[in-house]
């Protein structure tokens, strides 16, 4: 039916920038790998390149919004970053489906993370914390039983510092994160431990700390951090 | 008898698109808001919080289900699994009536994220009743069509929008949701009058108005739903709510959030118009 290869062939056009461009400027070409007839190309020639792309970039933008709002510590931590990383996210070939914004957030986390061996994220904890916020947002499907999470950088007080709107002190550690449901729908609980290493000073006003097991759990926050005796 | 019911349908009055933020002051001013539209999509895979709050919200309100992603325009068909998620919450909440847009947020395997405007063709057209066939198979209540905003007019069109909505509700006993809103959207960036749009639609079959504030964005109108109504929305209500048997209107807000006095004024100034028109008491 020709109607069911247009509406696939304009689903590509809104959400793919490489084959809108590559339309645009051979319509012909790109039309006879969809298996279009010449009518239908020269028909569909007639779309304005900047209606297409308003729309596009409008359907862009929603998805940017709806992601700040799920990682919302990381949007602050990257500032004007955020916005310019998830349109290469987008760019890359982005997710799909009804639960769109919140697979958007998961694979821009695991985006995040490829690009930071590249050097391309500043501040570079910020990956870290997206990926925290990203398996917060895996677990707010209730059928999720359980996730793991693994971060170069203590996330917990990332996040209580950038929710506060303070500049957080962190640290470099191996911090190790489980949140879990017994049965679906159920509150999630969550377990952080952060296993001790120093890497030098870091955070503002820090002093390096050499500690034992941090934990954290989510609901009642226990923690306890064992300073080992100076030299 | 689907479409012999739009006649019976009950006025509804005023009310709120549902949003998290404002859940504790629609109970604080339960008496200004006569009804509650929710983003169904957020009721078909309920968390234990969300049942909850979904069972408060229909104790205390009417609540009217606007569906996000049914794509009652696509032309591979509807989805099973939502269209069966979506029957469940409608006999959950049993509403006077439900609905979604008339348009296509996915093809070829891709979901598009936004609603995109069908091609204005006799083929879109078989499509569209097909598809609602199969809803009304499995949900009883009755269904309205949402008129949508598109950024892109498709150069394949064999008539108007205003023609191609018209034929749809007819044919298919729907009713019609008409989003001022959207209208003015579409005449200001398509460059047609709205009145010529309203004049092509059987006036008896609009059940429901949405209104909302609009934005410009590089030089074109948005239905972003972030500002207050403005005067032209106002008018255009009033036009549609003199000549349109409207059962109930449907204030959106979805952004850049007011305090919820700015939101009641606005519905004070929309039952007022309504009341005028002789569609509610």
Redesign the interface.
């Given at each position: 039916m020709a109607i069911e290869r247009t509406q696939a062939f304009l689903a590509c056009l809104y959400t793919d920038g490489y084959f809108r461009r590559c339309f645009f400027s051979d319509p012909q070409a790109v039309g006879k790998t969809f298996g279009m007839s010449e009518d239908e190309v020269r028909g569909l020639a007639d779309l304005s390149a900047r209606q297409v792309n308003f729309f596009a970039r409008s359907l862009q933008r929603k998805r940017l919004r709806a992601v700040q709002k799920l990682l919302p510590l990381t949007s602050v931590a990257l500032g004007e970053g955020f916005s310019r990383l998830f349109f290469q996210y987008l760019d890359n070939g982005a997710a799909g489906g009804i639960n769109k914004h919140y697979q958007d957030a998961i694979c821009f986390g695991t985006f995040l993370r490829q690009l930071a061996r590249t050097d391309e994220v500043d501040p570079d904890w910020s990956v870290d914390l997206a990926g925290y916020e990203a398996a917060e947002v895996e677990m707010s499907s209730p059928s999720r039983h359980w996730k793991f999470c693994r971060s170069r950088y203590t996330v917990d007080a990332l996040s209580e510092g950038l929710a506060s709107g303070t500049l957080p002190p962190h640290t470099r550690a191996l911090v190790l994160s489980l949140w879990w449901r017994l049965r679906s729908g159920e509150r999630v609980r969550r377990l952080s431990v952060a296993l001790p290493r120093v890497i030098g000073k870091t955070g503002v006003g820090d002093d390096p700390v050499e500690g034992g097991p941090v934990l954290g759990v989510g609901g009642a926050e226990i923690r306890r951090e064992l300073r080992l005796p100076s030299k | 008898m689907y479409g012999a019911s739009i006649g019976q349908l009950p006025a509804v009055g005023v009310g709120l698109g549902f949003r998290r933020p404002y859940l504790a002051d629609i109970f604080q001013h339960r008496e200004s808001i006569d009804f509650l539209e929710i983003i169904a999509?957020h009721y078909l895979?309920?968390?234990?919080k969300t049942e909850e709050e979904l069972g408060l919200l229909a104790q205390h309100f009417t609540l009217l289900p606007h569906g996000l992603?049914l794509s009652i325009g696509?032309?591979?068909g509807i989805d099973a699994g939502?269209l069966q998620k979506m029957a469940r919450l409608v006999r959950k909440i049993d509403p006077p009536w439900w609905s979604e847009h008339l348009g296509?947020t996915?093809?070829?395997?891709?979901?598009?994220?936004?609603f995109?405007p069908l091609?204005y063709?006799r083929?879109?057209i078989e499509?569209v009743c097909r598809n609602v066939d199969r809803v009304k198979r499995v949900i009883d209540a009755p269904l309205m069509l949402e008129n949508i905003t598109?950024?892109?007019?498709?150069?394949?069109a064999e008539m108007t929008e205003g023609d191609f909505l018209a034929e749809v509700v007819e044919r298919t006993g729907c009713g019609i949701l008409l989003d001022v809103t959207n209208l003015h959207i579409n005449a200001i960036n398509h460059r047609f009058g709205p009145q010529d749009y309203l004049g092509r639609l059987p006036l008896e079959r609009i059940v429901q108005l949405h209104f909302a504030g609009v934005e410009a964005?590089?030089g074109?109108l948005?239905d972003s739903h972030a500002q207050p109504t403005g005067p032209e929305i106002w008018d255009l209500l009033q036009t549609v709510l003199a000549r349109a048997p409207v059962r109930g209107m449907i204030l959106e807000r979805d952004?850049n959030l007011p305090p919820v006095e700015g939101l009641l004024d606005e519905l004070r100034r929309a039952r007022d118009m309504g009341r005028e028109a002789g569609r509610w008491q």
């Open positions: - | 999509d895979e309920p968390s234990r992603n696509s032309a591979e939502y296509f996915r093809a070829g395997g891709m979901h598009i994220g936004q995109s091609p063709t083929e879109a499509v598109y950024m892109v007019s498709l150069p394949m964005q590089d074109l948005i952004e």
